[in-house]
């Protein structure tokens, strides 16, 4: 289902929005699960409380769906068709969003032969890895290393795995579009403020703090989640304008590079809802047309100017992962097995609390990350070479590799 909204934001285009907020989050079809506080608030997506004010919209220009006219995802891609930059938003971890991401991909390239991908999920230094992978030069786990992805972004990559894929066939460039995490962890603890002269260099220098209503909108999301009290809101709003201004700056160079290019922007819901993330800080520096579609809005309140497309894709799961059965810690550079589930293959195989996992066949892993990178594509039923290490108080350490189907 899609409902097609006026774009307001920018005054380049007028319409009418169907849009009845109550009857859109209680449809079956759209129902998924509600991401935890933590997740909503990396995937950005805003909660808002209910404001008491007496509208100045007279009541017979409220906003109607009607529910006998329909629009579906193909009909909406001549439209896109005829846009520079068209975004499309995510929760990352919902894998029918991807899937929609992908879909509106290969429709656009089969238009836009000279088509690139600007993803959230990637920090600018590793773009030279990014252009590896898509060139061919790099397998999945060499990108996964060398990208540092699950130090750094951490979803499950099978989200992203298939529109990666996609590129990596059809040679579209992916842009890495975020800024390293050290600046933006710094800039939480001292503020823009705080930062050294080669820091302050190495963001954007021009970073417009005027939208109010955004500003409003995340102090939403601020009050809304459990925070220490020394964090302070003006430091979580310098990050988020941070996160916009250099995803937008390095996407308005991308289009400035390379004029004959359409780009599709990858990226969190609260980035472009209300064009007041990214949207709006690429037009300041490239003006161009856009389009912003947004895959669902089950977080907010539903309002005209919330997006041109809102999509309710029906939720998809992704396939089962294959598992070992056990939790681990890596602190003190080891993989610590800390217990094995019951009638798991950990247990099977009399893999015990305090064994370190020395290598995954043949490759030898020490931290969270490395482990998940040998089994990011792993399914039930595919086998793992384990190479454990055991202390011993008598004959001291032990090395043993045992065989696992993983379940």
């Not at 006998?68 to 029918?96: C, M, T, W």
Request: a negative charge; glycine letters at 6%.
């Amino acid at each position: 289902m899609l409902i097609q909204c006026s774009l307001m934001r920018f005054g380049n285009r007028t319409g009418s929005c169907y849009l009845v907020a109550l009857l859109l989050l209680t449809i079956s079809a759209c129902a998924s699960q509600a991401p935890s506080a933590k997740d909503a608030m990396h995937a950005h997506g805003f909660n808002h409380h209910a404001k008491s004010y007496q509208s100045k919209v007279p009541l017979t220009a409220t906003p109607a769906l009607n529910l006998k006219q329909s629009f579906d995802l193909g009909g909406i891609i001549p439209e896109l068709a005829g846009k520079r930059v068209v975004y499309v938003s995510e929760i990352h971890n919902r894998y029918e969003h991807h899937l929609v991401q992908l879909e509106i991909i290969q429709q656009l390239h089969a238009i836009h032969p000279k088509l690139a991908i600007g993803m959230e999920a990637f920090q600018q230094p590793f773009q030279g890895y990014l252009d590896a992978y898509i060139a061919g030069e790099m397998d999945e786990r060499e990108f996964l290393r060398a990208s540092e992805y699950y130090e750094r972004w951490r979803f499950d990559f099978r989200h992203y795995a298939p529109i990666l894929r996609y590129a990596r066939e059809h040679r579209l460039p992916v842009i890495a579009l975020n800024l390293p995490a050290e600046l933006t962890r710094k800039t939480g603890r001292v503020g823009i403020s705080g930062l050294s002269e080669e820091e302050k260099a190495r963001i954007p220098q021009e970073i417009d703090r005027s939208d109010a209503a955004y500003e409003a909108r995340l102090r939403d999301v601020f009050d809304q989640h459990p925070h220490h009290e020394e964090q302070r809101f003006d430091r979580f709003l310098e990050v988020q304008l941070l996160w916009d201004e250099g995803m937008a700056e390095r996407a308005a160079e991308y289009l400035k590079e390379h004029p004959e290019s359409v780009l599709v922007v990858l990226a969190g819901g609260g980035h472009l809802a209300y064009g007041s993330g990214i949207p709006q800080r690429l037009e300041r520096r490239q003006p161009v047309d856009t389009a912003i579609v947004l895959n669902s809005w089950d977080t907010g309140e539903l309002h005209p100017d919330l997006a041109d497309f809102l999509l309710l894709p029906e939720q998809q799961v992704l396939p089962a992962a294959g598992r070992m059965g056990l939790t681990i810690n890596d602190e003190g550079g080891q993989l610590e097995i800390l217990s094995c589930k019951r009638d798991s293959p950990c247990a099977e195989h009399n893999m015990k609390p305090g064994d370190i996992i020395a290598a995954i066949d043949g490759e030898p892993v020490a931290s969270v990350a490395d482990l998940r990178v040998m089994m990011w594509d792993k399914k039930p039923g595919d086998r793992l070479s384990v190479k454990l290490q055991r202390k011993r108080w008598l004959s001291g350490e032990q090395e043993k590799i045992v065989d696992i189907e993983l379940y």
